[in-house]
């Protein structure tokens, strides 16, 4: 098993920028792909970004140029650095994995908001 610990959510104007981390508590963590996933009120969970055990990275339409995934396999952490916050990625933020789904975390939330 493993569990997620997610941080850096808050509150932040349109056009500001966010960076998310994600510590995973799995010892071969490097050879997993990694996403970040969010979830808005009243809506599904969606992928928005993942990265590969090669650091390959794949990103939503709707945030790619403006979300940047990447990972530290020294530290078991995936970040997600997020610019150009608009209102419509106000969510609940959530690491796992891209092809293996373990217990979710708490998440971050990420509210974009004037």
């Known amino acids: 098993q493993v569990q997620f610990v997610e941080s850096g959510g808050g509150l932040v104007q349109p056009r500001g920028s966010l960076r998310l981390s994600c510590v995973a508590s799995r010892s071969d963590f490097s050879l997993y792909a990694m996403a970040w996933y969010r979830q808005a009120p009243g809506k599904q969970r969606e992928l928005v970004a993942s990265i590969s055990s090669a650091s390959s990275t794949a990103y939503a339409d709707s945030v790619k140029g403006r979300f940047t995934i990447s990972r530290d396999n020294a530290k078991n952490t995936v970040y997600l650095q997020m610019n150009s916050l608009k209102p419509e990625d106000t969510a609940v933020y959530s690491c796992?994995?891209?092809?293996?789904?373990?217990?979710w975390g708490q998440g971050t939330q990420v509210t974009v908001s004037s």
């Open positions: 796992n994995g891209r092809n293996t789904i373990w217990p």
